[in-house]
């Protein structure tokens, strides 16, 4: 029996009766558009307001969602998948709670999870999907192998842009290939350091004219966050800018987008459990 096969029949056998989990993906179209902050500083605003949540490091090359945190984990997923590690021991606490599953830089065989690595990685998931309320995927930026496997396996999507050319360029062809080939249907798109909330719609507004035209996914404004030089103070403090500066303008505009997306309602299709991972997981096996 090949490994496929292996794969589709754990599916098949998964227990669809598990509570609802919400699982958003953060990602972007290209690096350098305050992604990874924007994932984090979310995290701890989630868990201030009740709930429990867990960051997934999905940038597996180019991890740092623990430095943002200021958590310096002993252990991080690459332990996992090599199997001399477990998940508890990898969990790592940050701020107010949120666990961190921290995922290690510079390490080139992790940049694409074959299956039995993505299998090792849902099981383990699977296993303490109970301890949460929130998975926060900070994905890695581009249209990479592992950005389609975690922003496709997740119910929602949070598209990071600037109002820069290039991260409109980049992040059309994101939305492109993550619509076609990974099957999101919808984004909701947040606009890093624009100077007011006019702007940031303008700058929505240049990528949906776009969009609007070539793709069938939906594209909704969720809001914008002004450039703030508190975030380059908090990074080298290695402390999230929602909590060394909970009163500056990244901070304040972070604050309202929390509340609205959380107070938001959890999307019509949302599943059971992790069994976002497993259906994905799934998805990409039957096309195997």
């Given at each position: 029996?090949?490994?496929?096969?292996?794969?589709?029949?754990?599916?098949?056998?998964?227990?669809a009766?598990?509570?609802?989990?919400?699982?958003?993906?953060?990602?972007?179209?290209?690096?350098?558009?305050?992604?990874?902050?924007?994932?984090?500083?979310?995290?701890?605003?989630?868990?201030?307001?009740?709930?429990?949540?867990?960051v997934?490091?999905?940038?597996?090359?180019?991890?740092?969602?623990?430095?943002?945190?200021?958590?310096a984990?002993?252990?991080?997923?690459?332990?996992?998948?090599e199997a001399?590690?477990?998940?508890?021991?990898i969990?790592?606490?940050?701020?107010?709670?949120?666990r961190?599953?921290?995922?290690?830089?510079?390490?080139?065989?992790?940049?694409?999870?074959?299956d039995?690595?993505?299998?090792?990685?849902?099981?383990?998931?699977d296993?303490?999907?109970?301890?949460?309320?929130?998975?926060?995927?900070?994905?890695?930026?581009?249209?990479?192998?592992?950005?389609?496997?975690f922003?496709?396996?997740?119910?929602?999507?949070?598209?990071?842009?600037?109002?820069?050319?290039?991260?409109?360029?980049?992040?059309?062809?994101?939305?492109?290939?993550?619509?076609?080939?990974?099957?999101?249907?919808?984004?909701?798109?947040?606009?890093?350091?624009?100077?007011?909330?006019?702007?940031?719609?303008?700058?929505?507004?240049?990528?949906?004219?776009?969009?609007?035209?070539?793709?069938?996914?939906?594209?909704?404004?969720?809001?914008?966050?002004?450039?703030?030089?508190?975030?380059?103070?908090?990074?080298?403090?290695?402390?999230?800018?929602?909590?060394?500066?909970?009163?500056?303008?990244?901070?304040?505009?972070?604050?309202?987008?929390?509340?609205?997306?959380?107070?938001?309602?959890?999307?019509?299709?949302?599943?059971?459990?992790?069994?976002?991972?497993?259906?994905?997981?799934?998805?990409?096996?039957?096309?195997?």
């Amino acid at each position: 029996m090949d490994q496929a096969q292996s794969l589709r029949e754990l599916v098949s056998d998964r227990n669809a009766g598990q509570k609802p989990l919400r699982v958003i993906a953060v990602t972007s179209g290209k690096g350098g558009v305050g992604k990874t902050h924007v994932s984090c500083n979310l995290a701890v605003l989630a868990a201030r307001a009740g709930r429990r949540v867990l960051v997934l490091d999905a940038d597996l090359g180019l991890a740092n969602a623990d430095i943002v945190l200021g958590v310096a984990p002993h252990y991080h997923l690459g332990h996992l998948l090599e199997a001399s590690a477990s998940l508890d021991d990898i969990l790592a606490e940050g701020p107010e709670g949120v666990r961190i599953l921290a995922a290690s830089s510079g390490v080139q065989e992790l940049t694409h999870l074959d299956d039995a690595q993505k299998l090792r990685l849902v099981t383990a998931l699977d296993a303490i999907e109970d301890r949460f309320d929130l998975v926060i995927i900070d994905c890695g930026a581009g249209i990479g192998d592992n950005v389609l496997f975690f922003a496709g396996a997740a119910q929602e999507a949070l598209l990071v842009i600037t109002p820069e050319p290039t991260s409109l360029t980049d992040a059309y062809a994101t939305v492109k290939v993550l619509s076609q080939q990974a099957g999101v249907e919808h984004f909701a798109v947040l606009v890093n350091s624009a100077p007011t909330g006019a702007h940031g719609r303008e700058v929505f507004g240049k990528l949906t004219s776009v969009t609007d035209r070539f793709l069938t996914a939906r594209l909704t404004f969720l809001g914008h966050i002004p450039r703030d030089e508190n975030v380059q103070r908090a990074l080298m403090a290695q402390r999230p800018v929602v909590e060394l500066f909970p009163r500056s303008p990244y901070s304040r505009a972070l604050q309202d987008i929390s509340r609205d997306l959380l107070g938001r309602p959890s999307p019509p299709s949302l599943q059971g459990g992790l069994k976002f991972l497993w259906q994905r997981l799934q998805h990409e096996t039957v096309r195997a």
